[in-house]
């Protein structure tokens, strides 16, 4: 499975299942999707990209940087913003990715809100994961 795909499925279940977080976001409302939302609040997954920075024979280890949409309506920024928070919590700690080590190479690196027209509330959450893929040798 590509890392980046390994690494939106963990973040998607450890934020699933965060009790603090499906009570401002309702886990139906949490999922990878391209386009602007249209259930609000809701937590869009999807944007991410791949630099590799190793491999050997046995090994590849690739960083993996993704952007997690927070969005609300006809709330305040406020209301995003502690949509953020609670994705910050709940994504600290060490998180298990199939097929994949992070030997504790993951990070919320940060957050930025944007001014969205039409009374969407909008937070932008970046994280950033170094992911070590164990392959067997042929030959």
């Known amino acids: ?40 609040p809701c937590i869009r997954l999807g944007d ?29 920024m406020m209301d995003a913003r502690a949509i953020a928070d609670e994705v910050r919590n709940a994504l600290s700690g060490e998180l298990d990715v199939a097929g994949h080590d992070l030997w504790g190479n993951f990070w919320v690196t940060g957050s930025r ?10 937070v932008i959450v970046s994280v950033e994961a170094m992911m070590t893929e164990v392959r067997h040798a042929h030959g």
């Open 1 to 40: 499975m590509a890392p980046d795909i390994a690494l939106q499925i963990a973040i998607h279940n450890r934020l699933i299942s965060a009790p603090a977080l499906t009570a401002l976001v309702l886990a139906n409302h949490i999922k990878d999707s391209g386009t602007r939302p249209d259930n609000f």
């Open 48 to 76: 991410a990209q791949i630099v590799r920075e190793g491999e050997t024979r046995t090994t590849r280890s690739v960083r993996v940087y993704m952007d997690l949409h927070c969005w609300t309506h006809e709330g305040d």
């Open 113 to 122: 809100t944007l001014r969205d027209p039409k009374e969407y509330g909008h």
